[in-house]
C-alpha cells in the first residue's frame, strides 16, 4: 500500500481548518476525498513520507523548533483494488506514524479520525470499500505545533465537523515531545481478516 500515492499541500493562505484547507484545492465542483476528483497535478510519493524533509535545517533553530517548516494540512489520495477472493472479510487499514491529526476518507465517506498522533491507529474500512472494485484512499493531515505558532489545530468535539477547532488542543502538541515532521512519515498497511482475528496490536 505504500507506492503510488498522490499529494498535495495545502493552498497558502488557507492551510486552516480543514474545511478551508480542502476548500482551497477543490476542483471542478469535487472536493480532494470524493471519485472523480482530478489529482493529475499532485506529485507522486511514496510512503513512509516526511514532507518537511525539504525544508527543514535551512533555518535557525528555537526552543519552540525551527520557524520556517512548512505547517498545516497536507492531502493524500490512493486508489486500491481488493481481490474477490477476499470477499466476506474485515479490512483494517493501519497507519504507522503521522504528525498529528489523520482524517480519513474511503470512496467519498469519512471513516474518521484520530486526533492524538503519537501512535499507529487502525481503521475498519470494511463497510466503506468494494470487493473486486477500485477504491479510493483519501487522506487530510496536520502537523501543527502548540508552540512557536500564534493559531493551531485543536480537537474535535463530538458531533462537531471534523477538525473544526471545536476542542482543546492536540496532546502532545508541542516540538518538546513531538517533532512536526509531518505527512505520512510511517507505513500503511492494509489488513484483511477473518471475521474472527486476532487483533492488531494498535
Known amino acids: 500500500v505504500n507506492i503510488d500515492w498522490k499529494y ?3 493552498a497558502d493562505g488557507a492551510t486552516f481548518p480543514l474545511s478551508s484547507a480542502r476548500a482551497a484545492i477543490a476542483k471542478g465542483g469535487k472536493q480532494f476525498y470524493e471519485v472523480g476528483y ?12 516526511a514532507i518537511n524533509a525539504e525544508d527543514s535545517f535551512d533555518g535557525p533553530g528555537k526552543d519552540a523548533g525551527e520557524a520556517s517548516l512548512y505547517r498545516g494540512f497536507m492531502f493524500y489520495r490512493k ?8 470477499a466476506g472479510k474485515k479490512f483494517i487499514l ?17 471513516v474518521g479520525y ?19 472494485q477500485e477504491n479510493l ?15 493551531y489545530m485543536s480537537e474535535t468535539i ?11 488542543g492536540f496532546q502532545w502538541n508541542t516540538a518538546d515531545f513531538n517533532e512536526v515532521q509531518g505527512g505520512l512519515t510511517g507505513n500503511v498497511n492494509l489488513y484483511a481478516k477473518n471475521m474472527i482475528y486476532q487483533t492488531l496490536p494498535l
Not at 486500491?80 to 477472493?85: A, D, G, N, Q
Not at 484520530?114 to 473486486?132: C, H, L, N, P
Open 38 to 49: 482530478d489529482d493529475s497535478d499532485w506529485e507522486s510519493v511514496s510512503l513512509p513520507h
Open 8 to 10: 498535495k499541500r495545502a
Open 114 to 132: 484520530y486526533e492524538a498522533g503519537i501512535s499507529a491507529v487502525g481503521f475498519d474500512i470494511t463497510d466503506y470499500v468494494k470487493v473486486g
Open 79 to 86: 486508489n486500491i483494488t481488493i481481490p474477490e477472493s477476499d
Open 137 to 151: 484512499i483519501a487522506i487530510a493531515t496536520y502537523n501543527t505545533s502548540g508552540r512557536g505558532m500564534t493559531d
Open 158 to 168: 463530538p458531533g462537531h465537523e471534523p477538525g473544526d477547532r471545536s476542542g482543546v
Open 94 to 110: 493501519e497507519f504507522e506514524a503521522f504528525r498529528q491529526s489523520i482524517y480519513l476518507y474511503v470512496n467519498g465517506e469519512m
